[in-house]
């Protein structure tokens, strides 16, 4: 990701959204390249998430890692 996109990924982290709106809201002023979702996460899944987040650490830009608890 440009500078541009790391700038708002930045402040989105660091405006810590609280609620989903928020979450969408920050979400959609990226400019996002790729996204991996791994549901449900169970433990006998971390080797999956270590490998996804090595994978999409290897190309050009930000990662932001994103957890949600349902209910």
Do not use: F, H
Request: aromatic share 2%; net charge positive; charged share 25%.
């Amino acid at each position: 990701m440009a500078i541009k996109q790391s700038t708002l990924a930045w402040m989105m982290i660091s405006s810590n959204p609280k609620t989903k709106q928020d979450l969408i809201k920050a979400l959609q002023n990226q400019n996002i390249r790729q996204i991996e979702i791994i549901e449900p996460y169970v433990q006998t899944r971390q080797q999956e998430l270590i490998k996804e987040t090595k994978q999409i650490s290897t190309r050009s830009g930000d990662v932001t890692i994103i957890l949600v608890r349902t209910q």
